[in-house]
């Protein structure tokens, strides 16, 4: 379970919030209303205060790096720092299940990073979620750069992870995707979230 109670960051008040295994809460709201920056607060990247917890320990009590590679944020544009797409992932081999099913090749790990459009960046960066094991994936705009057949790709690997008992705090502006995926659906105005 993740748990967060009483979150203050920059802009953002969250003050009772629980995700249950196989929860996906999608989280809708006006650009600029604070949902990425409460997602980034709950994994641990920009400051904040309140307790948040997964299955009963602290994010105060653990490292940062340990905290997200547990509770997992991929932005709408996420950092490349190597040449080549393989250098991004812990396990490239373990890797070539998730690719495919995200529409890829195994020698997409192969390709140098200058050769990606923004969609495949944004499926690969899910993939390179995935490869790194989380068991919270927090996701903002997940498929704001995909074409319909990409996010049907996207949203089948997201429904198998909640199948298996992962957990997804995503953030959209897509009213069917967070019917599709959203076992809840809540509202981000002015920083502060209600159901």
Known sequence: MLSIRNLRARRVQVDD?????????????????GK?????????????EGE???????RMSMTGPRWRRQVMYVGPESGW????????????????????????KAEALNWPVSRLSTGERQRLAIARAFDRGP????????TGALDQAATALVESVLHDFLMDGGIVLMA????????????????MNEGRLSA
């Open 81 to 104: 720092w190597e040449d080549r797409v393989g250098a991004h992932f812990e396990d490239p081999e373990a890797a070539t299940g998730v690719l495919r099913r995200l529409g890829f």
């Open 52 to 58: 948040i917890t997964l299955d009963g320990h602290e």
């Open 135 to 142: 068991r919270v994936l927090l996701l903002d705009e997940p």
């Open 17 to 33: 919030l629980n995700l249950d295994a196989g929860d996906c809460i999608a989280v809708m709201g006006p650009s600029g209303s």
């Open 172 to 187: 959209t502006h897509e009213k069917a995707q967070a019917a599709r995926l959203g076992k809840r659906v809540l509202t």
């Open 36 to 48: 990425s920056l409460m997602l980034r607060a709950v994994a641990d990247l920009d400051p904040a």
